[in-house]
């Protein structure tokens, strides 16, 4: 089977998760996919492209969210990915050392904090990635109505406690050390302004290529191919 389904434990409670395996022998580079808040988009047509160009990837959720179990919070997320990233490394399919990380939306802000905390992850894609929670408007009666109905032992208020608590990804991505940078960001995204990713590229210019793609809304919802393409192309020039 190419797609398999996968589970492994963190701090105690069980995640899940799908794996999408490259036809090759031997261990291939992967990219863990993290989708966003509450995760309703999570980039499986992303999966079935890296799959096809030789990368393994992973989908899983975060505690508490799409049947993984626990309770959902946004201080679970960046633990949960290091449990993701042991569990790959284990992995006989996955080289350990060409692993790259790749996020949507809360993804992309998870994305740039576990590169800079894990100095052996390859790179850090972004996808429309939040790089200032403080510059994020987000009100308890569209996380009530939006995300806590998906999300377990969370309300919307919480929710936006939560967001105010996270640092912030402009302050780290600096300590990814050299390591290349993919930001990728639609001009009518109406969620992450695009100055947000222009803040990461401005903070970390020789290592950061930042793509805008003209026209496409916060989920790349009719720009999904060139979404696509774009991560793909930029693989390639990292692994060359």
Not at 12 to 36: D, I, N, Q, S, Y
């Amino acid at each position: 089977m190419s797609t398999i389904g996968v589970r492994f434990e963190s701090q105690g409670c069980t995640l899940l998760g799908r794996m999408w395996l490259a036809k090759a022998e031997g261990p291939k580079p992967t990219v863990l996919l993290l989708h966003g808040l509450p995760g309703i988009d999570q980039n499986h047509d992303l999966a079935f492209a890296l799959k096809n160009a030789g990368w393994n990837s992973l989908v899983f959720h975060y505690r508490g969210s799409w049947g993984s179990e626990g309770t959902y919070s946004l201080h679970n997320v960046l633990p949960d990915i290091d449990e993701a990233l042991r569990f790959l490394k284990n992995r006989p399919e996955v080289d350990a050392n060409r692993i790259v990380v790749c996020g949507h939306s809360l993804g992309g802000w998870a994305a740039v904090m576990t590169g800079a905390n894990h100095p052996n992850v390859k790179g850090v894609i972004s996808l429309a990635g939040v790089a200032d929670w403080s510059e994020m408007g987000l009100v308890a009666d569209y996380a009530s109505a939006n995300m806590a109905p998906y999300l377990i032992g969370v309300t919307g208020e919480q929710i936006v406690e939560q967001k105010n608590e996270l640092e912030q990804a402009t302050d780290h991505v600096t300590k990814l050390n050299g390591r290349p940078l993919l930001v990728v960001q639609g001009d009518r995204d109406a969620a992450v302004h695009m100055s947000q990713s222009q803040r990461l590229k401005d903070l970390y210019p020789d290592h950061t290529t930042l793509d805008i793609i003209q026209g496409a809304d916060h989920g790349y919802s009719w720009e999904r191919e060139l979404m696509i393409r774009t991560v793909l192309q930029w693989l390639d020039q990292i692994e060359s």
